[in-house]
């Protein structure tokens, strides 16, 4: 075999290993990274749907809202801060600060992997006029858009509000 032929040889076959090597690193990296089709609370989220949606028709028809400063912004700083809302009680009704579950949820919309689910503790919640305001601490770590959820729920009433933000 000439010489050339010989080094025709060692060179496809150093490149087909480099290829190989690569390919191989690339799946690592894709397997590594790769998050699941479905969103891990996908079904959570589809039970009992229709009776989420008439549990939150009934609380709005009452006159329960949420609202607070972060409805109303289209952006955060990024690092620890403090997010407050209010669940405004109509006139007539009651709610004591034990007689609520609320949690906070901060999800980046692209990907699950940073998803924050906070539950609200009774001393981040204060009665102030017969209203309740929740302050709970946070910590946005990275930039991007980020939905803030609160859902919360007295007996049969479920309270939702959600915003999405810019985090710079």
Request: aromatic letters at 12%; charged letters at 20%.
């Given at each position: 075999m000439s010489e050339s032929m010989k080094t025709a040889f060692w060179l496809i076959g150093i490149f087909f290993?480099?290829?190989v090597?690569?390919?191989g690193y690339t799946?690592?990296?894709a397997l590594d990274n790769a998050e699941p089709i479905l969103d891990e609370t996908y079904y959570?989220?589809?039970l009992d749907y229709q009776a989420h949606i008439d549990a939150r028709e009934k609380?709005?028809?009452l006159g329960f809202r949420i609202q607070g400063e972060v409805?109303?912004?289209t952006s955060l700083q990024r690092g620890e801060?403090?997010?407050?809302?209010?669940l405004v009680i109509p006139d007539g009704q009651t709610v004591k600060v034990g007689d609520v579950d609320f949690k906070l949820t901060l999800d980046q919309p692209a990907t699950s992997r940073y998803r924050q689910v906070l539950d609200i503790q009774q001393d981040e919640i204060q009665q102030v006029d017969g209203n309740l305001v929740f302050q709970k601490k946070v910590n946005l770590k990275r930039p991007g858009y980020w939905d803030v959820i609160i859902e919360g729920k007295k007996g049969?009433?479920?309270f939702h509000r959600a915003q999405r933000l810019a985090v710079q």
């Open positions: 290993t480099l290829m090597i690569g390919l799946l690592k990296l959570e989220k589809g609380a709005e028809a409805f109303d912004a801060q403090s997010i407050a809302w209010t049969e009433l479920y």
